[in-house]
Nanobody
Framework: QVQLVEAGGGLVQAGDSLRLSCVAS????????MGWFRQAPGKEREFVAA????????YYEESAKGRFTISRDNAKNTVYLQMNSLKPEDTAVYYC?????????????????WGQGTQVTVSS
C-alpha cells in the first residue's frame, strides 16, 4: 500500500528555517504528484504548496510565497518543503499528500493519500 512519511518538524524561533521531507512509497512512478498541507488546532487543514502532476509548475498558499519552496528528488522518491523566515502563524502540523488527479492542486479532497504529519512550532 501507499505510505507517506514526513520528517523535519521541530521547535524554532521566528525568522528561523526548517526543511520538511516526505518519503513516498507504493506509488506508480509519475502517476502521482505531492503537496503539503497544514493544520493548526481548531482550524481546517489548509493548502501550503504543491507540484503540478504533469508539469514543473509549483503552487503556493499566498502567505508562503517568497518564503517557502517545494522541491523533489525523484531518485529518492522524496518531496521537500524548505521554509524560511518562519512566523508564529506558521505553527501547525504539516502533512504530505499524494494526488492522482491533474486538477484541484489546492483542494484537500483532491488528494488520495496522506502522511501522519510532522509538528512545526514557531515561537515569537
Amino acid at each position: 500500500q501507499v505510505q507517506l512519511v514526513e520528517a523535519g518538524g521541530g521547535l524554532v524561533q521566528a525568522g528561523d528555517s526548517l526543511r520538511l521531507s516526505c518519503v513516498a512509497s507504493g506509488l506508480t512512478f509519475n502517476s502521482y504528484a505531492m503537496g503539503w498541507f497544514r493544520q493548526a488546532p481548531g482550524k481546517e487543514r489548509e493548502f501550503v504548496a504543491a507540484f503540478s502532476r504533469t508539469t514543473d509548475f509549483t503552487y503556493y498558499e499566498e502567505s508562503a510565497k517568497g518564503r517557502f519552496t517545494i522541491s523533489r528528488d525523484n531518485a529518492k522518491n522524496t518531496v521537500y518543503l524548505q521554509m524560511n523566515s518562519l512566523k508564529p502563524e506558521d505553527t501547525a502540523v504539516y502533512y504530505c499528500a499524494a494526488r492522482g488527479s491533474a486538477l484541484g492542486v489546492r483542494v484537500r479532497s483532491a488528494y488520495d493519500y496522506w502522511g501522519q504529519g510532522t509538528q512545526v512550532t514557531v515561537s515569537s
